[in-house]
């Protein structure tokens, strides 16, 4: 069984620009979630795809974004980007339909803004 | 909300255990996880304990579960220089049905010779 594949797996942008990251799930899996991670703030989530809806969202500015499409492959988009937002994006697949499933993480992607 | 605290840094030697601690708020959380990460690459499941559950015990792992002071620990035995990995404790409040757990800021374990 295929993991969960992130692409690009690096990235560099400059501030201003946008970016989108790409998530494929394992096979069968319907819940996307992504997450950023950084030195100073650890690990903190962003938000949770299921079924093509947004189910939980975290504390994150509108610029962030993210879809879901109908094949559970997920997007996420950053806009007028930050020099804050370089970080390792880290997206998360499970079934979604039970408390307490396992999440699996892809590889993530390095984004790095200039 | 839930917030979840471990130690940044642990330093062991090679063959010694190590015990990777952590400590949440939300006494009504019902699974309790540590993940780890290697360089490079995403968090991995490594165990998870039902909060109705005091001890784990998986191979070279046990994990232990202090419900009255909200403590969760990751004892690992024989630890090996493939140990060196961030070790993340994440725990799922029960809350609003959301799946979603919250995770500490990771220990980075180091292994030396």
């Known amino acids: 069984k295929a993991g969960v594949t992130q692409t690009p797996r690096y990235l560099i942008k400059t501030r201003g620009q946008q970016v989108t990251l790409s998530c494929s799930p394992i096979?069968?899996?319907?819940?996307v979630s992504w997450y950023q991670q950084t030195p100073g703030q650890g690990l903190q989530f962003l938000f949770e795809?299921?079924?093509?809806?947004?189910?939980n969202k975290g504390n994150f500015p509108g610029r962030f974004s993210g879809r879901q499409f109908s094949n559970s492959r997920s997007e996420m988009n950053v806009s007028t980007l930050e020099l804050g937002d370089s970080a390792l994006y880290l997206c998360?697949?499970?079934?979604?339909?039970?408390?307490?499933?396992?999440?699996?993480f892809g590889p993530g992607t390095r984004l790095t803004v200039l | 909300g839930e917030d979840v605290e471990q130690s940044l840094f642990l330093s062991v030697r090679e063959g010694d255990s190590s015990v990777i601690n952590c400590t949440y708020t939300?006494?009504?959380?019902?699974?309790l996880y540590w993940y780890k990460q290697e360089p490079g690459a995403g968090l991995q499941l490594l165990t998870y304990?039902?909060?109705?559950?005091d001890m784990k015990q998986d191979q070279r792992l046990t994990v232990l579960l202090n419900k009255k002071d909200k403590h969760l620990s990751l004892r690992i035995a024989d630890t090996q220089t493939g140990d060196s990995a961030i070790y993340f404790c994440?725990?799922?409040?029960?809350?609003?049905?959301?799946?979603?757990?919250?995770f500490g800021r990771g220990t980075s374990l180091i292994v030396h010779p």
């Open positions: 994440a725990v799922l409040p029960l809350s609003g049905g959301s799946y979603i757990p919250t």
């Open positions: 939300d006494s009504s959380s019902t699974y």
């Open positions: 096979s069968g899996h319907r819940s």
């Open positions: 795809y299921f079924s093509e809806t947004q189910r």
């Open positions: 304990i039902f909060s109705n559950m």
């Open positions: 998360a697949s499970s079934t979604g339909t039970g408390e307490g499933d396992e999440q699996f």
